[in-house]
């Protein structure tokens, strides 16, 4: 069975700086997903950002993006020029590759400060 | 957009009744899901549905049944209900994984129920 571990159960920001979310991971599997959610006070989870393990090169989306350590079992979330509707409910979720279902991280509580 | 609704935000229970948590999504979905979440322990799988009665249990589905009569709809059933269940509830759906790399879940508002 898969495993998905956020350490961090809360973090805060200034508005504008830099902030990383750590995810790690653990399967035998050599094919599969990660994806970061947003889940927002009082609102709909929201997909963030995919990562595809055959992939090397990290994703990115706009302010946010990516480290891939496959080796590692390590996919971090950084998100650039934090922003007041930044904060939200973080969760990092492993799909296998054939699988349908997700495995989800306990989450991290971030908050962004103006 | 995909649309994925919740028949409640809030619901408050008494032990020992019947609970039935109904969710409903607007897209042609195949898959759809039935999470708990609870602070620290992330969103736990309960049941999932891959067709219209066609269901698997996945991590903890003891004390829940579900019900899937329509593709669009997905009844989650606490027959019982336990102090213990008190909780966020979140249903999700998602397209069948043929011909595609991978399927994307959507989120519903979620459920949050108390059971006193």
């Known amino acids: 069975a898969q495993t998905v571990t956020q350490s961090q159960p809360e973090m805060s920001v200034q508005e504008a700086e830099t902030v990383t979310l750590s995810c790690t991971y653990d399967?035998?599997?050599?094919?599969?997903?990660l994806f970061w959610y947003k889940q927002p006070p009082s609102r709909q989870m929201i997909l963030v950002i995919r990562?595809?393990?055959?992939?090397?090169q990290n994703a990115t989306e706009n302010r946010f993006s990516v480290n891939f350590q496959k080796a590692a079992k390590s996919f971090s979330l950084k998100i650039s020029d934090s922003q007041l509707g930044d904060t939200a409910m973080y969760f990092c979720a492993f799909m296998e590759g054939a699988g349908n279902m997700l495995t989800f991280g306990g989450g991290t509580r971030l908050m962004v400060k103006p | 957009d995909v649309k994925v609704t919740q028949s409640s935000r809030y619901l408050v229970k008494r032990t020992g009744e019947k609970v039935f948590l109904e969710c409903v999504q607007d897209?042609?979905?195949?898959?759809m899901f039935w999470y708990r979440q609870d602070p620290g322990l992330g969103l736990r799988l309960i049941y999932f549905s891959y067709d219209v009665k066609m269901k698997e249990k996945g991590d903890i589905p003891e004390g829940y049944s579900v019900s899937r009569e329509k593709k669009e709809r997905f009844s989650l059933i606490l027959e019982s209900a336990s102090t213990n269940q008190t909780s966020m509830y979140l249903c999700?759906?998602?397209?069948?994984?043929?011909?595609?790399?991978?399927?994307?879940?959507?989120f519903g508002p979620g459920t949050r129920l108390t059971v006193l």
């Open positions: 999700a759906s998602s397209c069948s994984r043929e011909g595609r790399s991978y399927n994307e879940q959507f």
């Open positions: 897209m042609d979905h195949e898959n």
């Open positions: 399967t035998s599997e050599n094919n599969y997903y």
């Open positions: 990562q595809e393990a055959y992939k090397q």
